[in-house]
């Protein structure tokens, strides 16, 4: 009897065990892949971009309305807004699992004011990265700017955020709020070329990543506890590279402005979510945007619920994230065109060594872009403020996004390049090209592990093909492998040495005698591997001494005489009415823009009445004269002459005709002036 009983509990408890282990299985098959995060800008109405309070609440009725949780990053000028203020500490207060509250760390001239700080920005050029970011500012300053708005927060709300907000942020000062008030992510912007004055490029995109503490811009998956930094927006895996229009975003006011409807959106999310990994998304946007932009925004809310309720995704929550993604050492983010210009297909794996961009046309795949991660790298404001506009861009090793096109037929290629951002769709650039893939195999199978990422398929020679993208280096398994091989258009134009070698090919960047980073490409039999090295110690070096590639601020740069542009708006005017404008571009001997400390001077022998106005990077000059005649002024910068042109003031021949049939010249300067002003209205919309 005992011995049936022990027989019958431990049959039972087997059964029990089974249908538990049976539970767990369907459990983890049926568990939401996906993360999805939403951090919403929340700016006041001091300056700079004014936000709006009724968008701020149709953005957070919708998230209470859909049960979606949220963040609300809010700038300084929000948290002394009593009106913001009194609203936001009601909502979240009562929706605390809802509507959760982080800090947006853009720099306005209140909040440097109550920090006992210089504000650098004007009201024309608040938006500028030395003037909004933490990088145009001492270490010590930010410190009192950052004790200023967390302890404004902590007065307002009682407890300190987990999570702040700037596209930019100098790496220390993001390590002194993690260190002193706890901060666990933050947000920067997505990878894009001067777009608002800011340039970040070279980075892991999409998925969220351990910042080194040296450079945020960096991953380091080593360092222990390490703020974790989530890049804005869902950026289109094959069209958001190289493309300076900023419309392949999931932002609704970068895809409508270029005629893309919601359907983009949608399919641009279910990609992002549906990848060989766990998917990502990051969505939000500003309280300033355009009130059609934001009703798009809430349609992105209602359709983040239905996924949401299909439990295709999840909301998570801070820990949950900081616990997931720092163990995520590989990372392949992938997708097709879902603007419907081709069947092309881009990959972006990223590792703690390299980032890597693969992109297939065709049969063909080539790498197209890769980047060399160090953890030692420091960021560029370490020591420097930024000065005009923002640089983060990473060192590179082939960079597809850039053509660098000659502007004359001459033989020295550094005096006569222009430097063009574009998408790799265009074929003429640098690539590594990779053996093609068999006609009737139009994509390759990805296989994801979390130690690596592979690539199979069969090449057009028939021949099984293995890309294996490990942690540190690159192995491929082929028969085919001598077809891979390194392709540049342009030799002269990069900083890129290539050896070639008797079982492959090595590329150096190469400064001072010295390798700053490499990639080897190497075989024995039917097997080659890509080797990274780097050599953190020389990345100063290489913003000093070849600046246009990694740090091409435009200020303290020496002028080229021979590159800098004077253009002739008007060569022709009416006395008395409207002025003769010059315009003044100011450029290196790499041809690019510069911004110049010293004054630009009009010198002529006769006299002139001139003024000249700043606009960025360029200088208008604005000549006027009551007097039909006439100049040839020369125009200086620094004492070296820069160019000589000649205008013309005509008479008005309407009221003074006698002049004009006696001076026919001086009629032809009329006429001239009359059919410019036309064509200036017409085609360059100018108002006279």
């Not at 892949?33 to 001091?46: L, M, T």
Request: glycine share 4%; aromatic share 12%; hydrophobic share 35%.
């Amino acid at each position: 009897m005992n011995f049936n009983l022990r027989f019958i509990k431990t049959f039972l408890s087997s059964i029990f065990i089974f249908l538990a282990f049976v539970n767990n299985v369907f459990a983890v098959e049926n568990q939401p892949s996906a993360h999805i995060i939403f951090i919403n800008q929340v700016r006041g109405e001091e300056c700079c971009d004014k936000g709006s309070l009724d968008i701020l609440k149709k953005q957070i009725s919708k998230f209470i309305e859909t049960n979606i949780s949220s963040y609300f990053v809010l700038r300084y000028d929000a948290l002394k807004d009593e009106n913001y203020l009194n609203y936001i500490k009601t909502i979240s207060s009562n929706n605390p699992d809802i509507i959760k509250l982080g800090l947006l760390l853009e720099i306005t001239p209140e909040f440097a004011q109550d920090s006992e700080i210089n504000y650098h920005g004007s009201k024309d050029k608040w938006y500028e990265a030395q003037n909004i970011f933490s990088i145009g500012y001492s270490l010590d300053e930010n410190k009192k700017m950052m004790d200023t708005i967390f302890g404004k927060f902590y007065q307002e709300f009682g407890y300190y955020p987990e999570l702040t907000s700037s596209w930019m942020i100098e790496t220390q000062t993001l390590n002194y709020i993690h260190e002193k008030y706890k901060v666990k992510i933050h947000q920067i912007t997505r990878d894009q070329w001067q777009t608002d004055s800011y340039t970040l490029y070279g980075g892991p995109p999409h998925y969220p990543y351990p910042a080194s503490r040296n450079w945020a811009f960096i991953p380091d998956y080593d360092r222990p506890n390490a703020p974790l930094i989530v890049r804005q927006t869902i950026a289109d895996p094959l069209y958001n590279y190289g493309d300076n229009t900023n419309a392949f975003t999931s932002q609704p006011n970068d895809y409508m402005r270029d005629k893309k409807t919601f359907d983009y959106f949608r399919s641009l999310i279910d990609q992002a979510i549906h990848q060989p990994q766990k998917g990502f998304a990051l969505l939000g946007l500003e309280n300033s945007m355009n009130v059609k932009f934001n009703n798009e925004y809430l349609k992105q809310i209602d359709y983040a619920q239905s996924l949401v309720s299909d439990r295709i995704v999840i909301i998570p929550d801070i820990n949950e994230m900081v616990s997931y993604w720092p163990k995520q050492k590989i990372t392949i983010y992938q997708g097709k065109d879902l603007a419907g210009r081709s069947d092309d297909t881009a990959y972006w794996i990223t590792t703690p060594q390299y980032r890597a961009r693969l992109r297939l046309y065709d049969e063909n795949l080539s790498l197209t872009d890769f980047r060399v991660f160090n953890k030692d790298y420091l960021d560029p404001y370490t020591d420097n403020l930024a000065k005009k506009q923002g640089f983060w861009i990473v060192p590179y090793i082939i960079d597809g996004s850039h053509g660098y096109l000659p502007i004359e037929k001459k033989t020295s290629p550094v005096q006569n390049i222009v430097f063009d951002v574009k998408n790799d769709s265009n074929l003429d650039i640098a690539s590594i090209k990779l053996p093609r893939l068999a006609k009737m195999n139009n994509s390759p199978k990805i296989v994801y592990r979390s130690d690596k990422i592979s690539m199979e398929y069969q090449s057009q020679r028939k021949n099984s093909t293995n890309i294996s993208f490990q942690l540190n280096d690159i192995t491929v398994n082929c028969p085919a492998c001598k077809e891979i091989q390194y392709d540049n258009h342009n030799p002269t134009l990069h900083p890129i040495t290539y050896e070639k070698k008797t079982n492959g090919f090595l590329l150096k960047w190469i400064i001072d005698n010295k390798i700053s980073h490499e990639l080897s490409f190497l075989c024995e039999q039917k097997k080659c591997k890509f080797i990274v090295s780097s050599d953190s110690s020389l990345i100063k070096s290489l913003r000093v001494k070849q600046y246009p590639y990694l740090f091409p601020e435009p200020i303290n740069r020496k002028i080229s005489v021979k590159n800098t542009v004077v253009l002739v708006n008007n060569q022709y005017a009416i006395a008395g009415r409207n002025p003769i404008r010059l315009i003044v571009i100011p450029r290196d001997i790499y041809n690019i823009p510069i911004k110049i400390s010293e004054s630009i001077e009009v010198i002529s022998k006769q006299k002139i009445d001139f003024t000249i106005n700043n606009e960025g990077l360029m200088h208008y000059i604005d000549i006027v004269g009551d007097q039909s005649a006439s100049f040839s002024p020369t125009i200086q910068i620094d004492g070296k002459q820069i160019k000589n042109v000649t205008v013309y003031f005509s008479p008005d021949c309407k009221n003074q005709i006698k002049k004009c049939l006696t001076e026919p010249s001086r009629l032809w300067w009329y006429l001239n002036s009359l059919v410019g002003d036309k064509y200036r209205l017409i085609f360059l919309g100018e108002k006279q």
